[in-house]
């Protein structure tokens, strides 16, 4: 189950295209899983066998890792959608990512009930074996095959939990991410707004300065009309 890798940074629209396409593929992965247990219950009823597929420990972690990185991706969009400016289409991918979320935990769910009724059989299996060992000392083959199977759902689990706990620092270091974008656009936008008032004083102070100089030029020609006024009107009385 291999071929969808990061998000790699797309738009909204792709990385939503990118987690549907792998919500299909657990989906698909489930149910050759549970196949694969139906397959094998009722092959166990008629002989010793182990209860599990070969390849379920494989496929069920697969499962998990698609599972986590469709919740890695749910992640990116909370933040995408909401930096969009229409607010019906913010809503209309809300709705999106709320009936996504739901799906991935359902299927979640799915998955985690089918390793519990697996690891139960695998338990009865067990204690079945022991049982028969008890009575007639014949059945160490097929305890050391259980044994084995179940080392390899322990090591499945593990690998969940290292995934699981992989997807929760994920989501936090792009939260962090998130968070500091969203101080560097308030920093950009204080920083538009005091150079616009500075732009502003400036012109303010250019205007004030043009005023002046030509209120002092008005002032002194008034001065010297008046002076040649005074001066014509005494050499008229004289």
């Not at 990116?76 to 913010?90: F, N, Y």
């Amino acid at each position: 189950m291999d071929g969808e890798g990061g998000s790699g940074g797309g738009t909204l629209s792709e990385i939503y295209q990118s987690a549907r396409r792998l919500l299909l593929r657990a989906r698909d992965g489930l149910e050759r899983l549970e196949r694969l247990e139906s397959s094998s219950f009722s092959s166990s009823s008629s002989s010793p066998s182990l209860g599990v597929g070969a390849d379920s420990p494989e496929l069920a972690f697969a499962i998990k890792r698609d599972i986590a990185q469709i919740r890695s991706r749910c992640a990116e969009m909370d933040h995408l959608w909401r930096s969009v400016a229409a607010k019906g289409q913010r809503d209309l991918w809300k709705r999106k990512l709320e009936q996504l979320a739901e799906e991935v935990d359902s299927l979640k769910e799915s998955l985690d009930k089918h390793l519990m009724r697996q690891q139960k059989r695998m338990v009865e299996a067990k204690e079945r074996a022991e049982l028969l060992e008890r009575a007639n000392g014949d059945s160490s083959h097929v305890l050391r095959i259980f044994d084995e199977e179940a080392q390899a759902m322990q090591s499945a689990r593990n690998s969940s939990i290292m995934l699981e706990e992989a997807y929760a620092t994920g989501v936090a270091i792009l939260s962090k991410y998130a968070d500091q974008r969203d101080r560097l656009k308030r920093a950009q936008r204080k920083a538009l707004d005091i150079l616009n008032t500075v732009g502003l004083s400036n012109s303010v102070l250019k205007l004030i300065e043009r005023r002046h100089r030509v209120d002092k030029w008005i002032a002194y020609a008034g001065m010297i009309i008046t002076i040649v006024v005074v001066y014509a009107f005494w050499r008229w009385t004289h």
